[in-house]
């Protein structure tokens, strides 16, 4: 391996010392604002260093061909010490700042929402309801008065119609069925 080689896995190992404490604070800074259950924090542990040792080694398979050296912790060391001297604090406020612009879009997008598409068809429906409800009232008024105003065609036509009335019969089990329909029909609806 040459140095030049050398320098370069260091520098990579320094990388991904900075990455891996970045994505530690991230993570750290999720779970505190998502109040994630305590039985999922072994979860996202797992998870972290998943992504982590796949990072790091991606990087090493990068730098220098997946050959494990000494200087290759102290490179990740000294990343991880310099993030957290100088980087922390910024990583920490950047995610706190995403995390209200996400939230503040996502109310932005609800509201446009509900102002847009939930309210208008809101109102339809209920326009919908009070026309239907009109139409309604007007047909029920309107075959009121045609009621009355045929009643006393029927009367008549009922007393033209007497002679043959005889001739039609109706048999005495549809005359029971009807009974006991009207019967069953008045303890329902009559309460």
């Given at each position: 391996?040459?140095?030049?080689?050398q320098?370069?896995?260091?520098f990579?190992?320094?990388l991904?010392?900075?990455?891996?404490s970045?994505?530690?604070?991230v993570?750290?800074?999720?779970?505190?604002?998502?109040?994630?259950?305590?039985?999922?924090?072994p979860l996202?542990?797992?998870?972290?260093?998943?992504?982590?040792?796949?990072?790091?080694?991606?990087?090493?398979?990068y730098?220098?061909?997946?050959?494990?050296?000494?200087?290759?912790?102290?490179?990740?060391?000294?990343?991880i010490?310099?993030?957290?001297?100088?980087?922390?604090?910024?990583?920490v406020?950047?995610?706190?700042?995403?995390i209200?612009?996400?939230?503040?879009?996502?109310?932005?997008?609800?509201?446009t929402?509900?102002?847009?598409?939930?309210?208008?068809?809101?109102?339809?429906?209920?326009?919908?309801?009070?026309?239907?409800?009109?139409?309604?009232?007007v047909?029920?008024?309107?075959?009121?008065?045609v009621?009355?105003?045929?009643?006393?065609?029927?009367?008549l036509?009922?007393?033209?119609?007497?002679p043959?009335?005889?001739?039609f019969?109706?048999?005495?089990?549809?005359?029971?069925?009807?009974?006991?329909?009207?019967?069953?029909?008045r303890?329902?609806?009559?309460?």
């Open positions: 391996m040459t140095l030049n080689v320098f370069h896995t260091i990579m190992m320094f991904s010392g900075v990455a891996i970045a994505m530690f604070d993570f750290r800074v999720l779970s505190g604002k998502l109040r994630l259950p305590r039985w999922t924090i996202v542990d797992t998870v972290y260093w998943i992504v982590a040792t796949i990072l790091v080694f991606r990087l090493l398979i730098s220098n061909e997946g050959q494990v050296r000494m200087f290759i912790f102290l490179g990740m060391g000294i990343g010490c310099f993030y957290f001297a100088f980087l922390s604090r910024v990583v406020h950047l995610t706190l700042f995403l209200r612009v996400v939230i503040a879009i996502y109310k932005f997008i609800a509201k929402v509900e102002i847009l598409i939930i309210k208008p068809i809101i109102g339809l429906y209920r326009l919908t309801v009070i026309i239907l409800g009109f139409l309604l009232a047909a029920i008024f309107l075959y009121r008065i009621l009355q105003l045929l009643y006393p065609l029927w009367r036509l009922l007393w033209m119609t007497r043959v009335h005889k001739y019969v109706i048999p005495d089990w549809l005359k029971k069925l009807t009974g006991k329909i009207v019967t069953l029909y303890r329902l609806f009559s309460k």
